[in-house]
């Protein structure tokens, strides 16, 4: 069993003496500890990212250590913020840990509604409520509409059909409208390079604007900061060098 808080005997309130002898209650720490837990919980962070925090994140690069700063200072700022961020690298570059670190700390400092959905998980989890008799609809959509933050992981993974481009329009828009924050990340370029000549263009990677359009991608625009993160895949190089000496894994 928890130990009772000694300040306030596990009362969730603490009594304070303000100026002239008046005392007042106050929502003790503890009780703030408890509801970040609980927010933490519902945000639905998978467990394989449990680990990421801005003070474990380690810049592999001269590029990194500058993003992991301005995320830092996005999170500072984040009741007044009026853009989202948008992170956009190759893979294993570290987009994903600087995310949910965001995630974290405005949960922590700032007690707000956080969810995460990798895209293709919620792909999957609306397209499970077209069975009769299970999970309605808006029972998926509602917290993803709502939350003070959406954290969309791994943005124009996979084909993206029309009607996973209405789904996603439906939520950008709609958080746009509430002016709802949003953090995303991709490993897609924001679009292909014309200055290549048409014939070598198909050979590029597929870009956002391929995936999701152009009204799409206008609304994300004037959402988002973009952040652009360059490095070697940190997976990659940890499975052919596993046993660095110094112990340290690079992002």
Known sequence: MASECPICNGTGFALSTADGGVINSVRCECEKERLADKLLRRAKIPKRYAHCRFDSFEPSNETLAPALHLCQG??????????????MGPPGTGKTHLAVSMAREVVER??????????????KALQATFDDGGVKEAEVLRPVLDCDLLVLDDLGAGRTTHW????????IAQRYNDERLVIITTNLTWAKEHS?????RRDLPTSLQDRLGDPLLSRLSEMCEILKLKGR????????YPNRADGKHDV
């Open 74 to 87: 996005w999170v500072d700022g984040f009741l007044s913020q009026k853009q989202g961020m948008l992170l």
């Open 233 to 240: 895949d940190y997976r990659a190089h940890e499975k052919k």
């Open 164 to 171: 996973g481009k209405d789904v996603l329009h439906d939520i």
């Open 196 to 200: 290549v000549p048409s014939s070598d």
């Open 110 to 123: 700032y007690k707000q509604t956080v969810l995460f959905y990798e895209q293709r998980a919620l792909f």
